[in-house]
């Protein structure tokens, strides 16, 4: 695994992003982030079909809970390449593969979008919210699809609108009554949302080459297990709200988490707070 990934490309500031404070993030909270994306990322998975003896691809792999279920499910005759450009998050997700010995899994650091897979190799891509992130799509999934034999797999799970998703939502709006808002910023750059209207995800695929498109929504409960302040504190820290406050004194970030305590406590059952998630199951054929 190569430690350094050139940042000067169009994806630069992604990886920059990623490699740094974002992945440092991302590895601390991976406690309660991978409970609460796991459901999706299954139905995804689901979706696309992994089995025993086949050759799959986890696109922006993160930590690796995805890459270590492919491996489960591909079993010790396949094998999962988890690709990423975060460095930390990548030593997480080889030390947690190592612990589970599971031997069927490489990691790679490197951009998606230009790595050079093996051509036509591989029997399935998947992603658990990793493809987004691409500042041009078509080349990054043409690239991906280098990689797949005729007639593989693709399966991912990306975020539909930001106003469909709550456990977003929420705190953004609660952020943007003690801060200023953010410049307008185009829909389609780079990010979690980037994918939020089917169609331009449909024309990406279909001119990145890929056939039998379908793009299914998914509505669900984000769950975030734990006490009211462990929900809170995972609300504020992820998503828009975060970066809406990351600038501000801590008087007014103690403001936004009081309020979004308050928000969201009569939803707290004991045992987590659920709020309303939306997203695409999107598969396709190489
Ligand atoms: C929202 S996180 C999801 C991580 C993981 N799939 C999960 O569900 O826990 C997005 C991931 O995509 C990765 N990523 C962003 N741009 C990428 C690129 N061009 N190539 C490979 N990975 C990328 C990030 O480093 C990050 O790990």
């Known amino acids: 695994m190569s430690e350094e990934l050139e940042t000067a490309g169009p994806n630069g500031e992604q990886i920059e992003y990623w490699s740094g404070e974002a992945g440092d993030r991302w590895v601390a909270a991976r406690e309660a ?13 689901d979706a696309a079909g992994a089995g ?6 986890d696109i922006g792999c993160g930590c690796g809970a995805t890459t270590l279920e492919l491996a489960r499910r591909t079993g010790p005759m396949g094998s999962v390449l988890g690709i990423d450009v975060s460095t930390s998050m990548l030593r997480w997700a080889s030390g947690r593969a190592a612990a589970a010995g599971r031997q069927n899994t490489v990691f790679v650091n490197a951009d998606a979008s230009t790595y050079r897979f093996e051509e036509k190799a591989a029997d399935l891509a998947y992603s658990r919210f990793g493809v987004m992130f691409f500042a041009n799509p078509v080349e990054a999934f043409a690239n991906v699809r280098s990689g797949l034999r005729r007639g593989a797999r ?4 990306c975020w539909r609108a930001l106003e469909r998703n709550v456990w977003v939502s929420l705190p953004r709006d609660i952020a943007l009554r003690h801060v200023p808002p953010p410049e307008p910023r185009d829909p389609f ?11 331009r995800v449909g024309r990406i695929l279909d001119d990145a080459g890929f056939s039998g498109i379908d793009v299914a929504a998914h509505d669900a409960a984000m769950r975030q297990s734990g006490s009211l302040d462990e929900a ?9 709200a975060s970066r809406l406050i990351a600038g501000a004194d801590e ?4 403001a ?4 979004v305590r308050r928000a969201v406590a009569g939803l707290h059952d004991g045992g987590g707070v659920e709020l309303d998630a939306a997203m695409w ?3 396709a054929r190489a």
Do not use: S
């Open 281 to 283: 199951i999107v598969t």
């Open 52 to 57: 025993p003896g086949e050759r799959a691809i």
């Open 33 to 45: 982030l991978d409970p609460a994306l796991e459901p999706f990322g299954l139905a995804a998975m």
């Open 232 to 240: 809170v504190g995972f609300l504020v820290r992820f998503g828009p």
């Open 256 to 259: 936004v988490e009081d309020e």
């Open 251 to 254: 008087t007014v970030k103690r």
């Open 189 to 199: 750059a780079p990010g979690p949302f980037a994918f939020a209207d089917p169609d």
């Open 154 to 157: 693709l399966g991912f799970v």
